[in-house]
């Protein structure tokens, strides 16, 4: 599950060109020159609304013992506990006719690309009386419709924005706690380039981390060239940033990556049985994607470190990010030696080639 979750994310963000914490961390500033290229803030309207119906449906009726699962939770976690407690009590205030139209809805839409669609056409900051007129407009929501706007306009009215009210002050909150383990004039970009040794010629896309109330299910969207993805409520802030630096990393490693002399040592790490048995399992990519996505997460772990965000790189997710982050942590310089020589040394040392 870990491993899936943080695939998502990867396939799902791109990257920045200046930096700026936006609206409800109001840290940094950027110049007129610059785009935002990491927000970090609540999740929107338009997200939560039907994220938050299919997490009550899910609690409810599709995963019941899943969500049961996450009691002890709420328990532990007063903040959490308004919102655990929520998604029964509205489903309980559900009568059967709103319990059937929210299956109906379930069986035939997923919140995912719902959100998507109004994202995609520029209605990412819509208010509930915009989402429901592009409901009833939009040729995506054409089958049953008129239960989709019925439903979505006393759920909206009655329950999603009295508790998105209630819960956007918490997840302002975590908002700002991340974005405080950086100094406020933090840039990525420049901190990229110092810690990779690499300028790149192209600056990467833009990244918003959407905070939300969810423990299980991340959602991730476009918006043009950017890319945003929804972090859950037990993601401690400082884990929260290995996000973003995973995907700012990317493009540095592509630098040579890609080129034929890494690629046949890629190939060569085939042999090992535990990178082969679990890119068989559940891996989404190529094999070429596969290491280069443990390199970039055993890079993030690095990136941490040195920004002091964490004091070692942590638990590893995929084969040997975590040795690799350690290697980096240890002896990596990129004023004495590049990034590609270092990780071309650490491969040949760790798969005795």
């Not at 997840?171 to 990779?196: N, P, W």
């Not at 040794?197 to 600056?203: H, Q, S, T, W």
């Not at 790490?269 to 559940?282: A, H, V, Y």
């Not at 772990?301 to 040195?306: F, P």
Request: proline share 4%.
């Amino acid at each position: 599950m870990k491993l899936r979750i943080l695939k998502v994310l990867g396939m799902l963000i791109f990257y920045g060109t200046a930096l700026l914490l936006m609206p409800g961390c109001d840290l940094w500033d950027s110049d007129t020159e610059s785009v935002r290229s990491l927000v970090i803030k609540p999740e929107d309207f338009s997200i939560f609304i039907f994220e938050s119906s299919e997490e009550i449906y899910r609690a409810n009726v599709k995963d019941p013992a899943m969500w049961a699962g996450l009691k002890e939770q709420a328990n532990r976690d007063s903040d959490y506990a308004s919102h655990y407690n929520w998604l029964y009590s509205t489903y309980k205030s559900m009568d059967e006719r709103r319990r059937a139209q929210l299956k109906e809805i379930m069986d035939d839409y997923h919140p995912q690309p719902m959100a998507d669609r109004l994202i995609q056409k520029g209605k990412q900051g819509a208010d509930l009386e915009e989402i429901l007129k592009f409901i009833k407009e939009d040729r995506y929501f054409s089958k049953n419709r008129n239960t989709l706007v019925d439903f979505y306009s006393w759920y909206g009215a009655n329950y999603a924005l009295p508790h998105y009210e209630q819960v956007k002050p918490l997840l302002q909150r975590k908002a700002q706690k991340t974005g405080s383990l950086v100094e406020k004039d933090f840039d990525v970009i420049a901190f990229m380039e110092k810690e990779t040794g690499i300028k790149l010629k192209k600056k990467p896309e833009n990244i918003e981390l959407l905070m939300n109330m969810r423990i299980y299910g991340g959602a991730g969207f476009y918006r043009d060239k950017d890319s945003l993805t929804t972090i859950q409520w037990n993601s401690p802030p400082e884990k929260t940033w290995s996000v973003p630096f995973h995907e700012f990393s990317t493009p540095y490693f592509r630098t040579f990556t890609g080129n034929m002399t890494f690629k046949y040592l890629n190939a060569k790490l085939k042999k090992d049985e535990k990178l082969m048995t679990r890119f068989k399992e559940d891996v989404p990519y190529t094999w070429d994607g596969w290491i280069e996505e443990n390199l970039t997460e055993g890079f993030a772990r690095y990136l941490s470190v040195r920004k002091g965000i964490t004091r070692d790189v942590g638990e590893g997710v995929y084969i040997f990010d975590h040795e690799y982050a350690q290697a980096l942590v240890a002896g990596f310089d990129p004023q004495k030696t590049s990034l590609e020589d270092f990780t071309v040394k650490f491969l040949k040392q760790r798969y005795q080639i």
